[in-house]
């Protein structure tokens, strides 16, 4: 079965501060791993995937195999950061379907 | 705007009514994907489409839902004899074959009372 972790429901910091959303995974197999983002009002984004290794707005992701992980990181958040984040995983192939994660609402304080 | 689009974007309903929601995925994309998501929990696959063939259907999908996509452009989803726990947003998204990327609509949010 597969299946996305966020163990946390909120991150608070201050504008300036380095944010790290943890997510875990499970999939036998090879999975696609991203991260999806939900402004306010707006609809739902991808805001990077594993397999590009690039980085989008200051946000990057390192897949790790070993310990079925794909934390986000951000060295220093914005205020405009502020967001629902999602993690989710799909298979190869047919199986394209998205599995995400309950969701971390992320807010930059100023 | 060249997005998927959803209509209606909200409905309230009684229960045991029927509802029938509408999904128009970006032109070029022959995937379209259901997705449900309740208060505090991620999106959850319901079914999906290549083209005119629904290829797969959750668990979550119940005898009361029903989806189709007839000429493999817009697709329905209904649900059937609506149960307050039907209430939730309805998300379609839309890809092309080979791409990973899934392009999500704005969500059809249903309440039923």
């Known amino acids: 079965a597969q299946r996305v972790t966020q163990p946390e429901k909120l991150l608070s910091v201050f504008k300036g501060a380095p944010v790290e959303l943890k997510c875990n995974y499970s999939?036998?197999?090879?999975?696609?791993l991203f991260w999806y983002v939900q402004y306010s009002r707006q609809r739902l984004q991808l805001l990077l995937r594993?397999?590009s290794r690039e980085s989008i707005k200051g946000f990057t992701a390192d897949l790790n195999k070993g310990e079925t992980s794909f934390h986000l990181k951000k060295p220093f958040a914005q205020e405009e950061d502020s967001a629902m984040y999602y993690c989710?995983?799909?298979?190869?192939?047919?199986?394209?379907?998205?599995?995400f994660g309950k969701g971390i609402t992320l807010s930059v304080r100023p | 705007d060249t997005g998927v689009s959803q209509d209606p974007r909200h409905k309230i309903t009684k229960r045991g009514q029927n509802v029938t929601f509408r999904c128009d995925p970006i032109?070029?994309?022959?995937?379209l994907y259901w997705y449900r998501q309740t208060l505090g929990q991620g999106p959850e696959f319901l079914t999906y489409?290549?083209?005119?063939?629904?290829?797969?259907k959750s668990r979550l999908l119940s005898d009361r839902f029903s989806a189709e996509r007839p000429k493999g452009s817009f697709s329905t989803l209904e649900i059937q004899r609506t149960e307050q726990g039907d209430s939730a947003m309805y998300l379609c998204?839309?890809?092309?074959?080979?791409?990973?990327?899934?392009?999500f609509g704005p969500g059809t949010r249903l309440t039923v009372t």
């Open positions: 998204a839309s890809s092309s074959q080979g791409a990973v990327e899934q392009y």
């Open positions: 999939y036998s197999g090879s999975p696609e």
């Open positions: 594993h397999i």
């Open positions: 989710a995983l799909s298979g190869t192939g047919a199986n394209s379907k998205l599995t």
């Open positions: 032109s070029e994309h022959n995937r």
């Open positions: 489409f290549q083209n005119e063939a629904q290829l797969e």
